[in-house]
């Protein structure tokens, strides 16, 4: 050895457990003629007593034989300064923690993830190693149990992304350690199977854990039969710990795998985690005493911003809530955070998710939210709250509620709406909490609003001011009620301007049971659109449907969309259908229940002046008692270029065992089938060059749904043409004795 070199040594003190790690820098005596007789170690050796005693000049970290490589002379050219290799050599020798400073703290708190992060930048390249070569880099470290582990899930964040694209597709995926590895993404048991082998490389006791998760897809009301998830747990320090390495690393949005490391899985608190994650083996709960599976199913997940954003709990902490009118539930936080929070409510209608606006207020107070839900109709709702990630706009789910209301409400409740400077002004509402308010009424309002100078009510052009009599910053007044609509704004002190805070809408009188149909006369004149009712009030037939037959002009060319809302803003989905012939257009609304909805129409010809539809038509339409209107087929925006026409079946649901018609219009196709999920193919005959239909009514088989196919004329190219939900068909089983 020549010049400088620097050699690894290991201290070890079995009387703590401690050990340092570093590297010590020692001058390599001159080459002798005589060899290596004159590199001789040093007369005085290290004891145990000089030790503890801090009597050595230089401690250092761990090695193993793979270090031996970096013992080698310092090029004389390329030189480190001193003070540099003084630097390097100190940040290297950071002691590791003794058993006494370790027990009884969470391992992330005694981990420097900053120092096992620099290991892992240097550590080799996935797509460049072999998963052997890896495990061998990693393990060469000296570090505590819990940086070991925390080294390999961060390693699987970093590297590993979950097979979306497999998963949805039910592809057969390699879940080996060295297929996971190899291809850079897998499923659940690849991450806890390849987290798991490079753990027990590295020295990590660890084992994977399997059972059930609510992850996606997941149904609060449906009890999963088979286990859908794996992870695992690991020994550290004699103490057993929660890990979930597919979780940590990302989640599932709109059937693709976004990537982002996720903390909250890295020895997880086992109360919490059993809210999401339940084991078949009853040992690996990791609590005192354990819980049966039907009250873990009970419980809501809490998802992993939900704690890094300071949230403790929620009451109800039920994942099913039943309620009638409206229901109200409380996140609590830390204090010394500023979580921010939003809420989205939809509503289930035959299946289909329709987005339910106004229905939720919320309120801040010290320590929690209060989030009230208004449910005006019978049915079920899924109710998904998100919180701020830190960055403006930015917001993840926290946790999701499903809530099952078992009557119709008398009214339609709404609350106001919130701008996002009612949350920046932490404002405060004491009322009016109704967001529809009676027309020609005085009403009195109440708000806090802590940073605010002025408080003002706007309806119409008329400025009401609140007055803030106590000084306390709640300002109360009251205002009448005469517009369509009126605001609460506010002004900070030092600002000009005023900040929109609050919105209310206003409800007009009763209208009379005669009413014309509201129309723009400039789109029917242009669009030559004629044969529309003229009473402005309709009624859904025996079938739930409204069916109106519009005529047009040809040379307009005009095309038809239709809307239908509850008339507080919400719209209903796929309860409307237009379909096209040859100067004039079918359009029908599906009335979900009773109630009287706002049916609307709109129109685009060649001749109107800007690309969009415009309104054409407008019907209040009252469903019937007798009959709920189901959603109709989802045609594709292909099946609409090829002027596609289903004459039957017009219903989106079909059961699975029943017999069914079906007869289509289609231009440019040769051959027309339909495809389900694991049931039979239906082809239909081709009748004349346009029309395709079954031979008589055709038994429905599958699951979940089926799609309707067209092949391309003059080619083997297959277009998607239309979709349809299918239902299974309850059957009563009755045993006799």
């Keep these: 050895v020549h010049g400088e070199s620097k050699i690894i040594i290991i201290f070890v003190d079995m009387g703590c457990g401690a050990t340092k790690r570093g590297e010590a820098n020692i001058t390599a005596p001159a080459k002798s003629e005589k060899g290596l007789e004159d590199n001789k170690p040093p007369s005085k050796s290290v004891t145990k007593e000089d030790i503890k005693a801090g009597k050595e000049e230089k401690k250092s970290g761990n090695t193993t034989v793979t270090e031996k490589e970096k013992i080698t002379a310092a090029p004389p050219s390329n030189e480190k300064s001193k003070t540099e290799e003084k630097k390097s050599d100190e940040k290297k020798s950071k002691p590791l923690l003794a058993d006494k400073d370790i027990i009884g703290k969470h391992p992330l708190e005694v981990i420097d993830k900053k120092y096992v992060e620099e290991l892992l930048a240097k550590a080799p390249d996935r797509t460049k190693t072999t998963l052997a070569a890896l495990c ?36 057969k995926v390699d879940c080996t350690p060295e297929g996971a590895f190899t291809a850079g993404k897998s499923v659940c048991s690849g991450y806890s199977r390849l987290f798991a082998h490079i753990c027990k490389e590295i020295g990590v006791e660890v084992v994977c854990v399997n059972g059930y998760a609510k992850g996606v897809g997941y149904n609060p009301e449906v009890k999963e039969e088979k286990t ?129 606006f106004n229905a939720v207020f919320i309120q801040k107070y010290p320590d929690y939210f209060e989030i009230d839900v208004a449910l005006w109709r019978e049915g079920k709702y899924d109710l998904k709250l998100y919180a701020s990630k830190g960055v403006k706009d930015s917001y993840s789910s926290i946790c999701a509620f499903r809530i099952i209301c078992s009557e119709n409400s008398k009214t339609i ?75 609460i704004l506010a002004q900070v002190k030092g600002q000009a301007d005023y900040s929109s805070i609050l919105k209310y809408m206003v409800k007009a009188e009763k209208l009379p049971d005669n009413i014309p149909v509201k129309k723009d006369d400039e789109v029917v004149a242009r669009n030559g659109i004629k044969g529309f009712p003229k009473e402005g009030r309709l009624t859904a037939n ?13 040379k307009a060319k005009t095309k038809f969309m239709a809307t239908l809302n509850d008339g507080a803003g919400n719209a209903v989905e796929g309860h409307t259908l237009a379909q096209h012939d040859k100067g004039f257009v079918n359009i029908d609304a599906s009335v979900p229940d009773e109630s009287e909805y706002i049916f609307q129409i709109f129109a685009h010809g060649q001749e109107d002046p800007d690309e969009g539809f415009n309104f054409a038509l407008e019907y209040l339409v ?17 099946f609409k270029e090829l002027n596609g026409y289903i004459f039957e079946p017009k219903s989106g649901t079909l059961k699975v065992g029943e017999k069914v018609n079906f007869r289509i219009r289609v231009k440019n196709i040769d051959e027309v089938f339909l495809v389900p999920k694991k049931g039979k193919k239906i082809v239909l005959t081709k009748e004349t060059a346009e029309i395709f239909a079954s031979n008589g009514a055709v038994e429905i088989t599958g699951k979940e749904s089926m799609t309707m196919y067209g092949t391309v004329k003059g080619s083997t190219a297959q277009k998607g043409l239309a979709e349809f939900d299918l239902e299974e068909q309850l059957h009563l089983i009755t045993n006799f004795s």
Excluded at 238 to 259: M, Q
Excluded at 622 to 638: A, H, L
């Design 136 to 171: 061998e880099n990693l393990k060469q470290h000296q570090l505590i149990e819990e940086e070991k582990a925390w080294m390999a899930f961060r390693w699987m964040s970093l590297n590993i992304a979950y097979d979306a694209k497999g998963y949805f597709a039910g592809s």
């Design 228 to 356: 859908n998830h794996e992870w695992n747990a690991v020994s550290l320090h004699k103490k057993w710990y929660l890990i979930d390495s597919t979780w940590g690393a990302g989640h599932i949005e709109n059937r693709e795998f976004v990537k982002e490391y996720n903390e909250h899985y890295f020895c997880s608190d086992p109360k919490v985690l059993i809210r999401s994650h339940f084991p078949v083996e009853a040992k690996w709960q990791l609590i005192e005493p354990g819980m049966k599976r039907e009250e873990a199913e009970e419980l809501v997940p809490y998802e992993g911003l939900f704690f890094s954003a300071g949230f403790t709990s929620s009451v109800p902490d039920k994942a099913v809530i039943k309620a009638i009118g409206k229901t109200q539930i409380k996140l609590k936080f830390d204090p010394k955070k500023h979580p921010e929070i939003s809420a989205q409510l939809t509503l289930f209608v035959d299946k289909i998710p329709n987005e339910v």
């Design 413 to 487: 409740m709404k609350f106001p709406f919130q701008f996002p400077a009612y949350h920046e002004l932490n404002s405060m509402l004491h009322q009016p909490k109704e967001g529809l308010l009676n027309i020609d009424t005085v009403l009195k309002f109440k708000i806090a609003v802590p940073s605010a100078e002025k408080v003002s009510v706007l309806v119409g052009p008329t400025w009401y001011h609140l007055k803030d009599t106590n000084n306390d910053h709640i300002f109360e007044g009251d205002a009448q009620i005469q517009y369509n609509e009126l605001s």
């Design 542 to 554: 025996e079938k739930g449907l409204c069916e109106l037959k519009l005529f047009f002009s040809e």
């Design 622 to 638: 009252k469903g019937n008692p007798k009959c709920s209107g189901k959603p109709f087929f989802r045609p594709s925006g292909q």
